[in-house]
T-cell receptor, first 111, second 113 residues
Framework: NAGVTQTPKFQVLKTGQSMTLQCAQD?????MYWYRQDPGMGLRLIYY???????DKGEVPNGYNVSRLNKREFSLRLESAAPSQTSVYFC??????????FGEGSRLTVL | GENVEQHPSTLSVQEGDSAVIKCTYS??????FPWYKQELGKRPQLIID?????GEKKDQRIAVTLNKTAKHFSLHITETQPEDSAVYFC????????????FGDGTTLTVKP
């Protein structure tokens, strides 16, 4: 049982480049989330998907887009990366309400 | 939206002492309050949680208390050990809002041997 799997684990981009972070869970969870973690600022919600077929903005959605491809997969896309998007990104999932299960994180650096 | 404040931002204790971390929340609709532990370079993992119909919950050396009236909840770690050193996050969410969790900014706990 892999839990929540994120790829890639590390990525370096130049300003203006685009990329997609992939996330998949094998726990049959309904809800999936993307958070970013910056030093001293905790975990901030970027986008979430309460159930398959729905997505909604979180606290810091600007510069990002998401796709809930199916129940298992939830991807995060940066269309034109900026240095302010340098961060560690965590995907998480849960059944509906309760414990969040996190992926290992993706460390993104934008030069 | 929900706002969660967490204090202190750093905490240093001697091994064997107790540690207390406090959080306040703003949305009275919040009814689920988890605590996550994040070791350096690792993912956050749940260590204990409490729901609004309960005032206190304990799991071995860890306990959480909730005061709904004052909108604050606290994490208590007794008999601290060096392996308790990590960043601890509190969070609050309401089951009426797609379960979105709002996190505090974290507390870096250092337990000195």
């Amino acid at each position: 049982n892999a839990g929540v799997t994120q790829t890639p684990k590390f990525q370096v981009l130049k300003t203006g480049q685009s990329m997609t972070l992939q996330c998949a869970q094998d726990m049959n969870h309904n809800s999936m989330y993307w958070y970013r973690q910056d030093p001293g600022m905790g975990l901030r919600l970027i986008y979430y998907s309460a159930s398959e077929g729905t997505t909604d903005k979180g606290e810091v959605p600007n510069g990002y887009n998401v796709s809930r491809l199916n129940k298992r997969e939830f991807s995060l896309r940066l269309e034109s990366a900026a240095p302010s998007q340098t961060s560690v990104y965590f995907c998480a999932s849960r059944i509906r309400f309760g414990e969040l299960f996190f992926g290992e994180g993706s460390r993104l650096t934008v030069l | 939206g929900e706002n969660v404040e967490q204090h202190p931002s750093t905490l240093s204790v001697q091994e064997g002492d107790s540690a207390v971390i406090k959080c306040t929340y703003s949305d009275s609709a919040s009814n689920y309050f988890p605590w996550y532990k994040q070791e350096l370079g690792k993912r956050p993992q749940l260590i204990i949680d409490i729901r609004s119909n309960v005032g206190e919950k304990k799991d071995q050396r860890i306990a959480v208390t909730l005061n709904k009236t004052a909108k604050h909840f606290s994490l208590h770690i007794t008999e601290t050990q060096p392996e308790d050193s990590a960043v601890y996050f509190c969070a609050a969410s309401a089951n009426t809002n797609a379960g979105k969790s709002t996190f505090g900014d974290g507390t870096t706990l250092t337990v000195k041997p």
